[in-house]
Nanobody, 124 residues
Framework: QVQLVESGGGLVQAGGSLRLSCAAS????????MGWFRQAPGKEREFVAA????????YYADSVKGRFTISRDNAKNTVYLQMNSLKPEDTAVYYC?????????????????WGQGTQVTVSS
């Protein structure tokens, strides 16, 4: 049974940092694209960042570029999202996703597996 389990969310002041982790189990994810999405109340789920299976590329939404860093450890089947200089508008539930992305890594329907989400709240 494939599972993605996020951790590391919480409450932080604006300007602070958090590191999210996503532990994957059930099969190897070495060839998957791993992504992070987020969903704020009343808004659609949006792409945050993704990393290819070969480490050849990392991709970010313009809103987080320069502040967030995605990384992965294939040996541990784990993907990370380091979030620095957090802003109140970063407040959302953050979801980890995995899949063999064939077209756009920014599209949620390209991913086959999802975690349950972890809440990130940034206070002003």
């Amino acid at each position: 049974q494939v599972q993605l389990v996020e951790s590391g969310g919480g409450l932080v002041q604006a300007g602070g940092s958090l590191r999210l982790s996503c532990a994957a189990s059930g099969r190897t994810f070495r060839r998957d694209t791993m992504g992070w999405f987020r969903q704020a109340p009343g808004k659609e789920r949006e792409f945050v960042a993704a990393i290819s299976w070969s480490y050849a590329g990392t991709y970010y939404a313009d809103s987080v570029k320069g502040r967030f860093t995605i990384s992965r450890d294939n040996a541990k089947n784990t993907v990370y999202l380091q979030m620095n200089s957090l802003k109140p508008e970063d407040t959302a539930v953050y979801y980890c996703a995995a899949g063999w992305v064939l077209s756009s890594r920014e599209l949620a329907n390209e991913y086959d597996y999802w975690g349950q989400g972890t809440q990130v709240t940034v206070s002003s």
